[in-house]
């Protein structure tokens, strides 16, 4: 008989049985249902609701029962629908009258939340210590090449000179922002939902801060209907994870472009790369086109979890079941991209010479030339313009700026002198571009100063 059945004079029909169950996947937050069940236990006894031997009892029963899920002996059944009646059945089954007593003062719809609450915690700190091993990825690639000259793009349109170094630490920027966003969701999920029991609190003389203390919880959430019906932290991380997955596809997108025969910017370490099953030639980024593609799917789980959340009216429906699976996948997704993009980074060999071969078409050095102009006096926007026309000049001649003759430079402009090649290197226009955040080497080592102490800082802090 079901633990509800008493209200029920017939079995549940075979197919709802199994329509109805979340056992299959809410198997996974088992220790979280026990931790939970123990700290709910020990507040009971304490707060002279159980006695103390139930209390004893109890928490022997779950430590065994957890132990016996660890050691692969307990099978679970859809029978008794979820973890938590999976659980509890145990429970009684092995002590008999105490664990009856466990449910006291709890409802599933706290218990699931706490559990998932708990749960999420713990992800969150694996995919943040995820975030970081591909940080270091990234920073162990940027110190090797702060002098080395690549295309910046607008447009996909070579536009000015940059470094490699700073054009990784940008995505070392934008993983800073995924690791605070990931901890300040975990903040705002750290209040428990613990004692809100069904929707209504309860009328046992219960102490929800012990409960949250126990397990961790800065508070006890504010509002009983607020604490059963509230998933937001779910949708929260969902989001968070689809701008981390955002971003992993467009470094991902990057990768690609870069280890193609028109850019060979990079390549990829054989271990990273698959081959083709006709083309004896090909080596192909699949690690990345595979990030790509999950991003997908990741973002598919935020939109379908806030779809099923926007109708619900307070408080716990069974809809709400319907939280986990997205969730999960997309946790799981992001741990699997996670460690292989990192290895993919760490692998990957850079050619420097492409880049800088890139670099040297497309007159990426023409902001610097009108720059050249206005700082001997020229206005800028009338520097703009002669260079504008020395470009046009060029493609006709198919010459680039710093190949043309001094008298050439002159024709267009009398302000031109013998110091404009230097100007016009590459090097220089990115060595001078030494303002706050730009590709110059002193701001590289300041960006990389600050990446090594914010992973140093999360790591340990
Ligand atoms: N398995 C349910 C879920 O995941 C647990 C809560 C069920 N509560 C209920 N009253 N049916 O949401």
């Known amino acids: 008989m079901k633990l509800w059945g008493g209200r029920f004079r017939k079995e549940t029909d075979t197919l709802v049985n199994d329509f109805n169950s979340s056992i299959q996947f809410d198997c996974r937050m088992y220790r979280e249902d026990i931790e939970g069940s123990i700290a709910h236990a020990t507040m009971l006894a304490d707060c002279g609701i159980i006695s103390m031997e139930d209390k004893e009892q109890i928490i022997q029963g779950l430590k065994d029962i957890l132990a016996g899920i660890e050691a692969g002996k307990i099978e679970f059944t859809a029978d008794n629908e979820d973890i938590h009646m999976n659980v ?3 429970l009684t089954e092995r002590i008999g009258a105490a664990g009856k007593r466990l449910h006291t003062a709890r409802s599933r719809n706290d218990q699931v939340a706490v559990d998932l609450r708990l749960f999420l915690r713990r992800e969150i700190d ?12 990234v920073l162990d690639q940027a110190r090797q090449h702060q002098e080395t000259v690549m295309p910046g793009y ?3 349109q070579r536009a000015q000179p940059v470094s490699f170094a700073q054009h990784l630490l940008a995505y070392g920027e934008q993983l800073k922002r995924d690791v605070t966003r990931l901890l300040d969701c975990k903040a705002r999920m750290n209040v428990c939902p613990l004692g809100s029991g069904a929707l209504a609190g309860t009328t046992y003389p219960i102490d929800r801060w012990q409960t949250a203390k126990l397990l961790g919880f800065d ?23 689809s701008i981390l997955m955002m971003h992993l596809s467009r470094f991902a997108e990057e990768v690609i472009l870069w280890c193609s025969w028109e850019f060979k910017f990079i390549e990829l370490d054989d271990a990273y790369s698959t081959g083709s099953s006709i083309m004896p030639q090909k080596k192909n980024p699949d690690v990345a086109e595979l990030v790509r593609g999950k991003t997908g799917r990741v973002y598919g789980h935020l939109m379908g979890l806030l779809t099923t959340m926007k109708g619900i009216p307070l408080a716990y429906n069974k809809d709400m079941q319907e939280d986990k699976e997205p969730v999960f996948d997309a946790i799981d997704t992001v741990k699997m991209c996670l460690p292989v993009f990192s290895g993919m980074i760490a692998t990957m060999r850079v050619l420097p010479q492409n880049m800088r071969r890139a670099a040297g078409g497309g007159f990426i050095n023409a902001t610097d030339c009108a720059d050249y102009l206005t700082k001997k006096g020229l206005p800028f926007r009338d520097a703009y313009t002669t260079v504008g026309n020395l470009v046009y000049y060029c493609t006709e001649k198919e010459k680039l700026l710093e190949a043309l003759t001094l008298e050439e430079l002159r024709s267009i402009s009398p302000l031109f002198e013998e110091d404009v090649y230097e100007a016009l290197s590459l090097e220089t226009c990115m060595g001078q571009r030494k303002s706050y955040g730009g590709p110059a080497e002193e701001e590289t080592t300041r960006q990389i100063n600050e990446l090594k102490f914010f992973i140093e800082e999360a790591r340990h802090g």
Do not use: K, M, W
């Not at 959430?221 to 929260?236: F, I, K, P």
């Open 154 to 156: 607008t447009h996909l």
């Open 219 to 241: 508070a006890p959430c504010s509002n009983s209907l607020d604490g059963v019906s509230d998933r937001d932290y779910a949708v929260e991380l969902l989001s968070n994870l």
């Open 88 to 90: 509890e059945s145990l």
């Open 126 to 137: 694996e995919i943040v210590r995820q975030i970081l091993d591909l940080q270091q990825a």
